[in-house]
T-cell receptor, first 116, second 113 residues
Framework: AQSVTQLGSHVSVSEGALVLLRCNYS??????LFWYVQYPNQGLQLLLK??????LVKGINGFEAEFKKSETSFHLTKPSAHMRDAAEYFC??????????????FGKGTKLSVKP | ETGVTQSPTHLIKTRGQQVTLRCSSQ?????VSWYQQALGQGPQFIFQ???????GRGNFPPRFSGLQFPNYSSELNVNALELDDSALYLC????????????FGPGTRLTVL
């Protein structure tokens, strides 16, 4: 069975500092991995998606994530945090094989706070 | 291009009642998935509809049911509401099933009293 673990339910950084949000996955088949962002009282917006084409994935708003199979990790980073990055971030996995319905399995989320 | 829309935005019901939530998929998308997001949790998969047929279901009881219409819009129906059904219900549409990217709507906040 697939699962996602996000380490740290709450991460706080100063504006301009590095953002690192951790995600580890468990999957018996090659996974597709996603990071979504959720602003207060809103739905989920896709930040980036790993589809096995390249291990370093660049997304929107300056975020990127690196797929490391040996560590079963897909951590999200941004070199310099901005106040507008304050939101909740969700890592998700889906199964990459023919016939998969592609339902997403989400982690519990990490709330990012950015201090001025 | 119109994104995924959901209605209503907020809803308050009492225990035992029934509720219908609606979702309009993004233009050109034939697959709709529904998720339940309880407070402080990640979304959980309820079910998926592909070309008007249910195409998979998560660990939710039968009182959660759905429909997809010829224009690919969708409804989520919940019967015999329980307090634990209070959550944000998210609809996502995609071009097809499988690993196609799912695009989410803003959600419907359901409160059961």
């Amino acid at each position: 069975a697939q699962s996602v673990t996000q380490l740290g339910s709450h991460v706080s950084v100063s504006e301009g500092a590095l953002v690192l949000l951790r995600c580890n996955y468990s999957s018996s088949v090659p996974p597709y991995l996603f990071w979504y962002v959720q602003y207060p009282n809103q739905g989920l917006q896709l930040l980036l998606k790993y589809t096995s084409a390249a291990t370093l994935v660049k997304g929107i708003n300056g975020f990127e994530a690196e797929f490391k199979k040996s560590e079963t990790s897909f951590h999200l980073t941004k070199p310099s945090a901005h106040m507008r990055d304050a939101a909740e971030y969700f890592c998700a996995v889906t199964q990459n094989y023919g016939g998969s319905q592609g339902n997403l399995i989400f982690g519990k989320g990490t709330k990012l706070s950015v201090k001025p | 291009e119109t994104g995924v829309t959901q209605s209503p935005t907020h809803l308050i019901k009492t225990r035992g009642q029934q509720v219908t939530l609606r979702c309009s998929s993004q233009s050109g998308h034939n697959t709709v998935s529904w998720y339940q997001q309880a407070l402080g949790q990640g979304p959980q998969f309820i079910f998926q509809y592909y070309r008007e047929e249910e195409n998979g279901r998560g660990n939710f009881p039968p009182r959660f049911s759905g429909l997809q219409f010829p224009n690919y819009s969708s409804e989520l129906n919940v019967n015999a509401l329980e307090l634990d059904d209070s959550a944000l219900y998210l609809c996502a549409s995609s071009l097809a099933t499988g690993t196609d990217t799912q695009y989410f709507g803003p959600g419907t906040r359901l409160t059961v009293l």
